[in-house]
């Protein structure tokens, strides 16, 4: 039981394009998100989380949305630039129950020059 | 400020065998995760500990094991491993439960 979905498993972006990642997840349980990059041999890096008392939030090019009725977020890049080619994990937890994070499978996003 | 580390980075054993793998958080981090990240299934929820104490488990059989001890520094062993416990197992530590958390580079094991 997948509760946390990232369903492309690649994205292919140019340079200075947005770029758009999207997780969705099933567990209504669920009320805080984050999303970590992760390059080769590296752990994840930490990027940007979002409460699920908020539908945005923003740093710097990074922007990600939530939409609790249809259990979407999605995350913005822009401008995409060819460094932030990567693999990008959407992750949830449940901060009222076992703060486990709880994975999707990943999105290999390349940005071409 | 020193990030988490994971050591050894790489680890070769054989079927059979049993492994510890070490993971140092962040000076002041009291919450210590670990991960298990695998081609097919993605990074899994192994346990997580606070404060000396296991607080979550995840689904894994009991083979695999884990302690914190008083300096927040954190074990995870194996034993009897198998074919299929080859990835990369990652720890992660917050300053507390659910916010935070910074990820070591992982110790990537092999079993042969």
């Known amino acids: 039981d997948q509760q946390v979905k990232q369903n492309s498993p690649s994205l292919s972006v140019q340079e200075g394009r947005i770029s758009i990642l999207n997780c969705d997840y099933t567990n209504s349980m669920f009320d805080y998100f984050l999303w970590y990059k992760k390059y080769p041999a590296e752990g994840p890096t930490f990027l940007i989380s979002?409460?699920?008392?908020?539908d945005k939030n923003e740093d710097g090019r990074f922007t990600v949305f939530l939409n609790k009725s249809a259990k979407h977020l999605s995350l913005h890049i822009v401008p995409s630039q060819p460094g932030d080619s990567a693999v990008y994990f959407c992750a949830a937890l449940s901060t009222g129950s076992n703060y486990k994070l709880t994975f999707g499978k990943g999105t290999l996003l390349t940005v071409n020059p | 400020k020193a990030g988490v580390t994971q050591t050894p980075r790489y680890l070769i054993k054989t079927r059979g065998q049993q492994v510890t793998l070490s993971c140092s958080p962040i000076s002041g981090h009291r919450s210590v995760s670990w991960y298990q990240q695998t081609p097919g299934q993605g990074l899994q929820f192994l346990f997580e500990y606070f404060s000396e104490t296991q607080r979550n488990k995840g689904n894994f059989p009991g083979r695999f094991s884990g302690r914190q001890f008083s300096n927040s520094r954190s074990e995870m062993n194996v034993s009897t491993l198998e074919l299929g416990d080859s990835a990369l197992y990652l720890c992660?530590?917050?300053?507390?439960?659910?916010?935070?958390?910074?990820f070591g580079s992982g110790t990537r094991l092999t079993v042969v």
């Open positions: 992660a530590s917050s300053w507390r439960q659910g916010d935070g958390y910074t």
């Open positions: 979002i409460s699920s008392i908020k």
